[in-house]
């Protein structure tokens, strides 16, 4: 656990830490909600280690570092790509 507390002690600084967390992760997502979590993230002084996290750690919802899961997905896994055959 101390890991991972230390990896993402850069949260501590989000420009999110006094956003309602629904607006990251809203139970029903709009492009309203998207529009305004991205918003924030925009003018954020950790974006880029809070979008390397996401990417890192896979985060399967949510806004993160100003991207959708499927921005994220989109990034981690590109057009044509494709998963290795298993041997």
């Given at each position: 656990?101390?890991?991972?507390?230390?990896?993402?002690?850069?949260?501590?600084?989000?420009?999110?830490?006094?956003?309602?967390?629904?607006?990251?992760?809203?139970?029903?997502?709009?492009?309203?909600?998207e529009?305004?979590?991205?918003?924030?993230?925009?003018?954020?002084?950790?974006?880029?280690?809070?979008?390397?996290?996401?990417?890192?750690?896979?985060?399967p919802?949510?806004?993160?570092?100003?991207?959708?899961?499927?921005?994220r997905?989109?990034?981690r896994?590109?057009?044509?790509?494709?998963?290795?055959?298993?041997s």
């Amino acid at each position: 656990m101390r890991k991972k507390v230390r990896e993402i002690g850069w949260a501590t600084r989000g420009a999110c830490r006094t956003s309602d967390p629904d607006l990251f992760f809203p139970l029903t997502p709009s492009v309203e909600h998207e529009a305004r979590a991205k918003a924030v993230c925009a003018g954020c002084a950790v974006l880029k280690e809070c979008r390397a996290y996401a990417l890192r750690a896979g985060e399967p919802e949510g806004i993160w570092g100003g991207l959708t899961v499927e921005e994220r997905r989109g990034m981690r896994f590109p057009a044509g790509w494709r998963r290795p055959a298993a041997s």
